[in-house]
């Protein structure tokens, strides 16, 4: 990181070991969701303000991937409420049927090759 031709301005962390035990010597401090960068200036080794000049800008959110689910909840949830709600409403649903494992105790069509499975299951 100290070269002259390192070249790379924004790291993201997705391991987010502290340096100095890490992979990314930049990593000297876990970020929040709240400030997700902080700045990282290579010849100290210290933390500066972020988007700056000479300066690597670092992600580095420990509790990342927690947050991955609730952004995941949030864009299924819009396109259930989008896509699939409305189909409810129709008189035939080509969506709901093919999503439709069993229907009136039997298995649908295009779930029929579960029928083994079943058929274990009822031993």
Request: charged share 25%.
């Amino acid at each position: 990181m100290r070269q002259p031709d390192f070249r790379i301005r924004t790291i993201a962390d997705v391991t987010c070991d502290i340096a100095p035990v890490s992979s990314v010597p930049s990593t000297i401090r876990p970020s929040t969701i709240a400030a997700p960068v902080y700045g990282y200036d290579p010849h100290t080794g210290e933390e500066v303000a972020p988007y700056q000049e000479h300066r690597i800008d670092v992600m580095a959110i420990d509790n990342l991937p927690n947050e991955m689910p609730r952004d995941a909840s949030t864009a299924f949830g819009q396109m259930f409420l989008d896509r699939v709600l409305p189909e409810f409403f129709k008189s035939h649903s080509p969506v709901l049927e093919r999503a439709t494992i069993a229907d009136k105790g039997a298995l649908c069509p295009l779930f029929s090759y579960l029928e083994d499975y079943v058929a274990e299951r009822q031993l």
